[in-house]
């Protein structure tokens, strides 16, 4: 069974970089697209962007000038790095593995960590 | 403001039939990219519900179907239980943002 874990600071000081990294075990990260979702409290989901096992990236327009998405294959690990950030960015951070394609659902999801950006 | 729309709120009764739907665009749904759907339970992550368009993952109840049409889709619950309330989004992949768009989420209540 595929299992996904978030792992990263719970809180980042304004203008600062937020950083994650999800963990894959239970099967290969190669062959396979990953992607990073966010939840702001009491909101909807919102697409960040995805990485595909060979460093290919796509980002959310909304995003893209502050946002990278790098994978270590070798550590089953895929990592994002929003720069800048604002209250705006306070959400419960996904990772998620795409099923197939890049227009493929996420079919695997890790449970989610809480990042609050806060002074 | 959300790529996909969603209705806010639904509920039934225990034993019903409910369906929620989600509209898009000819940049996504209309486009014939498939829509997925989730299910995420209170204080938890979401959970795939429905693959393209209409597939059911290992484990998911045959309560839970799906369907699409033009620029719309629908997910329909029947025979409704209390655990069933929870969030449902659907998603899809849309062409201009080369990228996943999702709806803004229907509460489902059982009443």
């Known amino acids: 069974q595929v299992q996904l874990q978030e792992s990263g600071p719970g809180l980042v000081k304004p203008s600062e970089t937020l950083s994650l990294t999800c963990t894959v075990s239970?099967?290969?990260?190669?062959?396979?697209?990953w992607s990073w979702i966010r939840q702001p409290p009491g909101k909807g989901l919102e697409w960040i962007g995805y990485i595909y096992y060979s460093g290919s990236t796509n980002y959310n327009p909304s995003l893209k000038s502050r946002v990278t998405i790098s994978v270590d294959t070798s550590k089953s690990q895929f990592s994002l790095k929003l720069s800048s950030v604002t209250a705006a960015d306070t959400a419960v951070y996904y990772c998620a593995r795409v099923h197939g394609g890049i227009a493929s659902a996420g079919d695997y999801w890790g449970q989610g960590t809480l990042v609050t950006v806060s002074s | 403001q959300s790529v996909l729309t969603q209705p806010p709120s639904v509920s039934g009764a225990p034993g019903q039939r409910v369906t929620i739907s989600c509209t898009g665009s000819?940049?996504?749904?209309?486009?014939?990219?498939?829509v997925h759907w989730y299910q995420q339970l209170p204080g938890t992550a979401p959970r795939l519900l429905i693959y393209?368009?209409?597939n059911r993952p290992s484990g998911v109840p045959d309560r839970f179907s799906g369907s699409k049409s033009g620029t719309s889709a629908s997910l329909a619950i029947t025979g409704l239980q209390t655990e069933d309330e929870a969030d449902y989004y659907c998603q899809s992949y849309d062409r201009s943002l080369s990228g996943w768009v999702f709806g803004g989420g229907t509460k489902l209540t059982v009443l």
């Open positions: 393209g368009n209409s």
């Open positions: 000819s940049s996504n749904i209309g486009a014939s990219y498939d």
């Open positions: 239970g099967g290969s990260i190669r062959s396979y697209y």
